[in-house]
């Protein structure tokens, strides 16, 4: 009973450790200034009228006026690899599921290559699918800045606002 409830302790200190330490991420920019500059890094806040940011190369805290932007790159992860994996998954599943279903008494190869072939159509159509929905999720969105209106600037920061490390920053 004892060893029971030391395992139970120990699995439970590394499994929930690891929420302690936790830190949300802000969003990875690529800022380009009016002045042909380039400001790269993770956002940590955004003021009323200026993003603070830590610079990916040298990890200083810099801060960016607003009225010094010309462009914001929001930089996303590439999900091709997780979408078509999940697509491939799935889709193989379901040809398997399908072939079984359709598959004819008097068939020549019998039902489970008949389950195998739909299995391997399905898993191709699936990560084929999968891939090009992880492609349009995992791309970079660009806002501009320079010209636009105030409301349209607004909307920007309130956009990159939900996106720092500190959302609700004063």
């Known amino acids: 009973m ?9 699995f439970s200190i590394i499994s929930f450790s690891g929420h302690l330490y936790a830190q949300d ?8 200034g009016t002045d ?6 993770e956002l940590i806040a955004v003021k ?14 810099v801060t960016v006026n607003v009225d010094d932007i010309e462009t914001v790159r929001i930089m996303k992860e590439s999900k091709i690899g997780k ?6 998954v799935m889709g193989g599943l ?26 391997a159509c399905g898993a191709g159509a699936g990560a084929l699918f999968g891939g090009i929905s992880g492609a349009v999720e995992g791309e970079d969105e660009l806002l ?15 956009k990159l606002r939900k996106k720092a490390r500190v959302p609700d920053y004063q």
Request: net charge positive.
């Open 36 to 41: 042909g500059h380039q400001t790269e890094g």
């Open 94 to 119: 379901v040809g398997a599921m399908l072939g079984a279903l359709t598959a004819p008494e008097d068939s020549w190869f019998g039902p489970g290559l008949h389950s195998v072939c739909w299995g």
């Open 48 to 61: 009323k009228d200026s993003l603070l940011m830590q610079d990916r190369r040298s990890f200083a805290a």
């Open 144 to 158: 501009r800045f320079k010209g636009m209106y105030p409301s349209t600037i607004e909307s920007h920061l309130e």
């Open 2 to 10: 004892r060893k029971f409830v030391f395992v139970c302790f120990v």
């Open 83 to 88: 979408s078509a994996a999940l697509g491939l």
């Open 25 to 32: 991420k802000g969003a990875e920019l690529l800022v380009k």
